[in-house]
């Protein structure tokens, strides 16, 4: 069965370093997500991607986060300069179409670690 | 104020017990789901509804639209069915798809 795979599965990266997480979404999947969840806290929507172009992101995106789909499989999410309070659990996921019905499929994350 | 609520926030059972975990939102929704997410973080989708009622082996997931409610039900529970529920509601009217999430409901299932 397809699935979304992250990598790296742990990312442990001193404050102020750049960081690049790494999604490949399921490949007839045309619409894709970033979600964080903080440890103990409830997942949030960071930004959703759609035709090479952000269709949507929450306040926590911000100027520090960028999005690409650089070669049409891999879809990233850089953090340019981590903040401690960046530490957090980061979930792609896609879905096959726009569709207010069509479920969405996770990856099983990577947890960002910022010393 | 949390658009979706979740209740209760732990729940302790034992094996063989039926189990019910709530969830109520304040928004307009086109879609809601219902999501496991075991102890190593990982998150998968259990169900995704509109309307009605959907059943797949011992999981009944139920919304009711008009009363902005939807339930998860485990039958006969197992302790591989601990891990934390979350439901998650797709906002009508919203760009494509993203998701608000309740704060999970933490789920163990005693031998």
């Known amino acids: 069965e397809p699935e979304v795979t992250q990598t790296p599965s742990h990312q442990v990266t001193q404050m102020g370093q750049e960081v690049i997480l790494r999604c490949v979404p399921i490949s007839n999947h045309l619409y894709f997500y970033w979600y964080r969840q903080i440890l103990g806290q409830k997942v949030e929507f960071l930004v959703s991607f759609y035709n090479n172009e952000i269709s949507e992101k929450s306040e926590i995106f911000d100027d520090q986060f960028s999005v690409e789909r650089p070669d049409g499989s891999n879809f990233t999410l850089k953090i340019r300069s981590t903040k401690l309070e960046d530490s957090a659990m980061y979930f792609c996921?896609?879905?096959?179409?726009?569709?207010?019905?069509?479920?969405?499929?996770f990856g099983p994350g990577t947890r960002l670690t910022v010393l | 104020k949390n658009e979706v609520e979740q209740s209760p926030q732990n729940l302790t059972a034992q094996e063989g017990e039926f189990i019910t975990i709530n969830c109520s939102y304040s928004?307009?929704?086109?879609?809601l789901h219902w999501l496991q997410q075991h102890p190593g973080g990982g998150i998968v989708s259990l169900f995704m509804?509109?309307?009605g009622k959907k059943k797949h082996g011992r999981l009944i997931a139920t919304i009711n639209i008009q009363e902005k409610h939807s339930s998860l039900h485990i039958t006969a529970s197992h302790p591989r069915d601990s891990a934390v529920y979350i439901c998650?509601?797709?906002?009508?009217?919203?760009?494509?798809?993203?998701?608000?999430f309740g704060k999970g409901t933490k789920l163990s299932v005693k031998p």
């Open positions: 996921a896609s879905i096959e179409g726009g569709g207010p019905y069509n479920e969405q499929f």
């Open positions: 998650a509601v797709r906002n009508y009217g919203g760009s494509q798809g993203n998701l608000i």
């Open positions: 509804l509109s309307s």
């Open positions: 928004v307009g929704i086109s879609a």
